[in-house]
């Protein structure tokens, strides 16, 4: 395959367009956490109504990953990436200015159409490079997307101390346009080996589905992201309702865990081809799991800071940062002439067991129990993952 060149669409996309495209599919995802409180008071909802947000749009990327992976297979790469694009731009215009709570989730649903940047950001890579060297560079990929999350939360704050809840979708929506431009200029087809029809990527599910390589990955990848996504649910709740911290503080909160994804990525790409996918994606899950016992530990000391339960999850950060880039190199390695239909399913896995963990963590939390339910439900997937 031709060598990368920058704005040139007749050559693959240059890895800094990837790593844009699922950046702006992270910033969509967790942008406007800080606002969760002020959007129910807004909406006159209450505050797990508005977890839906999050746990909604996780369920619908979910599906949307079954599709936009066999549909880039029949399609190529390019053309289902702009319209996903064009979708979430349009999406996200309704949510800020949407009137009520039902036409906010609506538009929210209609989002995770960018749900394309995290599927085709894998098929892509392994269009261009063979397995090992996927595993690291979906790990420099992800280390270059991990700073949106990182700052995500933090913009997305302080926006809403300056201009309420309706400026972090407005800045995703400046962001979106941005990345449509980028990839219209530089994002070259990559699919070579086009499927001859729609049916027949799902004709090819059952040949990944009896794969026991492929449910290795696909299940390492769900449970490991499945600690991600706890937190995800959780964190607004412990931030604003048990440590009382403004939008602004609690979005500076998850610079913790992203610049922990960011380090196991940096990891993930420097030593994921001489060290091998599997040992990878155990030291991944071990990290992790170390880090939730030191935060239930801490929690029984009773410290009373915000710190003794957002410092120790960063090693869950970490953990990820380490075991996806392997986990998800294998995921579409398995059958390499299904890597779009392998990374749309194993997604589909991986964010649909997401969206129902961060509805079981946000479900378990109130006042009285503090964050000693969240905790166990993640030393419990930990386990679970490392196992």
């Not at 070579?192 to 794969?211: C, I, N």
């Amino acid at each position: 395959m031709n060598k990368a060149r920058f704005l040139d669409r007749s050559t693959p996309p240059h890895v800094m367009t990837l790593v844009l495209v699922a950046g702006v599919a992270a910033l969509s995802m967790n942008v406007f956490l800080p606002s969760l409180a002020a959007m129910s008071v807004y909406f006159g909802t209450d505050y797990a109504v508005m977890q839906f947000a999050v746990s909604g749009y996780l369920a619908a990327t979910a599906v949307l990953q079954l599709v936009i992976g066999p549909l880039s297979d029949l399609f190529g790469r390019r053309p289902v990436m702009l319209v996903s694009i064009v979708l979430m731009i349009v999406a996200t215009l309704i949510c800020t200015f949407a009137p009520n709570i039902t036409v906010f989730m609506i538009g929210r649903v209609l989002q995770a159409a960018i749900a394309s940047g995290f599927v085709l950001a894998r098929a892509i890579v392994r269009d261009m490079v063979p397995a090992e060297q996927a595993a690291s560079m979906i790990g420099y990929v992800t280390m270059g997307m991990s700073v949106v999350p990182m700052v995500g939360p933090t913009v997305g704050g302080f926006l809403n101390d300056l201009a309420g809840w309706q400026a972090s979708f407005a800045f995703v929506g400046l962001s979106a346009v941005a990345v449509l431009l980028l990839v219209f200029f530089d994002m070259g087809e990559t699919n070579r080996q086009k499927s001859a029809s729609f049916a027949a990527q799902f004709q090819a599910w059952p040949q990944l589905l009896r794969s026991t390589r492929f449910w290795g990955y696909a299940l390492t990848c769900t449970l490991s992201s499945g600690l991600f996504f706890s937190f995800l649910g959780g964190a607004p709740f412990v931030g604003s309702v048990l440590y009382g911290l403004t939008p602004a503080v609690l979005g500076m909160q998850f610079f913790f865990m992203a610049t922990g994804y960011m380090l196991g990525n940096f990891v993930s790409g420097r030593y994921a081809s001489r060290i091998g996918i599997p040992m990878m994606m155990l030291a991944g899950n071990v990290i992790a799991l170390v880090g939730i016992a030191i935060a239930y530990l801490l929690l029984q000391l009773d410290l009373g800071s915000h710190y003794e339960f957002f410092i120790p999850l960063a090693l869950i950060g970490v953990g990820n940062g380490v075991t996806l880039p392997s986990a998800n190199a294998g995921m579409v390695s398995v059958q390499p002439h299904l890597a779009g239909s392998a990374s749309g399913l194993g997604g589909a896995l991986t964010i649909g067991g997401g969206a129902m963990l961060s509805v079981v963590a946000s479900s378990l939390l109130s006042e009285e129990a503090g964050t000693t339910h969240l905790l166990l439900v993640m030393l419990v997937n930990g386990v679970l993952a490392v196992a």
